[in-house]
C-alpha cells in the first residue's frame, strides 16, 4: 500500500457543514480530493502501476496506455463496486466524524434518505471499518487492565469485555469469551508494549504468564479504598462511558455478534476526543476507505462476529 503523508489533505479539509458543502458540492469535487488521497493526484493503473491512462466516464475508470487495464475509481478499496455517488459517501463520512457521539445505522437511514434499513447497515459498517485503524502502537508505559460484563439491559445475558487503558490516554477494547490466562496474554500481546508497567486487580489470571515480563503491580482494594484511590481508575471510567455511549447512540440494543466493532469504534473516538477539528478524523476516514481492501457483505457480517480478534487469532495461542 501506498504511504504518503496526508497532512496537507488534513490540513485542507473542511471543518463546518458550510465548509463542506462548499468544498464538496459536486461529484467531480468529491473525486478529485478521492484521487488525491488515493494516487496522489496522479491516477495509475491497478495492474502495471503507470500513470499513463486516460480518464474514461467522466473521470470514474482509468484505461491504461501501456497495458491496457481498466481501473476504476474504487476497486481494491472499501468502496468497490459501490453503485452510489462519491458525494453521498463523503456526506456519510462527514455525518459520522461530526457527530461526537457516533451514529445509528437507523439515523444514517433516514439522514441519507436511504430506502432500506439493510443498505445504511452495510454503509455503517463500511464507514466503521474505515474509522478503526487496522496498525496502531501497543499501549504503554503506564497501563491499567480490567475487565466488566456490558450489555442485556435488564435480560440475563452479559458480554464479558477486557479493557486496556493508558493513563489519561488510549484504550483498547476486546469482546473476549473468558477472562483466562491465555485470552489475557492474547489481549495483552496484541494491545500492550512489551515494557509497559501494568496494573491489575488481585484477579488471579493476571500473572506472568498472561503478562509476560511487564512490571506487573497486583492491588486488591476494598470499596471504600477503591473510593479514595482507584487503582484501575481509568479502566472503570472507560467502562462506565462505553456503557453511557451505548445506551445512548445505539439505545443499549448492540448485539453479542457485533459487540466487537462497536467496542472498536468507541475506541476510535475516545482516543481521538482530543483530536481537534472534525475535518481530522473524516479525512483520516476517507485515507483508510482509500487503503483498505473490499469488504463484502459476507466478509461484513463475518467480521462482525462475536469475539473476532481472539478466534481469528486463536491459532496463535497454540
Ligand atoms: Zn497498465
Known sequence: MMQRDHDDLWRDFPKTATEFEARFATEADCRAYWIE??????????????????????????????????????????????????????????????????????DLQRIMGFGSYKTAWSWLHKLRAAMVRSMSEPLGPFVQVDEALVGGKGGPHKELVLAAAEVGGRVRLAHAESNDKATLKHFADGQIAADAHVVTDGLASYDSESLGERPHEAIVQTKAERRENDVVQSCHWTISLLKRWLMGTHAGAVSPKHLQAYLDEFAFRHNRRKTKGVGRIAARVIEQLVARQPLTMRKLIDGTRRCRWFASNQAALA
Not at 503507470?50 to 481494491?76: D, I
Open 37 to 106: 488521497a488515493r494516487w496522489g493526484g496522479k491516477p495509475a493503473c491497478a495492474r502495471c502501476h503507470s500513470t499513463r491512462v486516460w480518464s474514461e466516464r467522466e473521470g470514474f475508470l482509468f484505461e491504461c496506455a501501456e497495458c491496457g487495464h481498466q481501473t476504476s475509481l474504487t476497486s481494491a478499496t472499501l468502496l468497490e463496486k459501490t453503485h452510489k455517488p462519491l458525494k453521498m459517501w463523503f456526506r456519510a463520512v462527514f455525518e459520522i466524524s461530526t457527530r461526537r457521539t457516533g451514529i445509528s445505522a437507523k
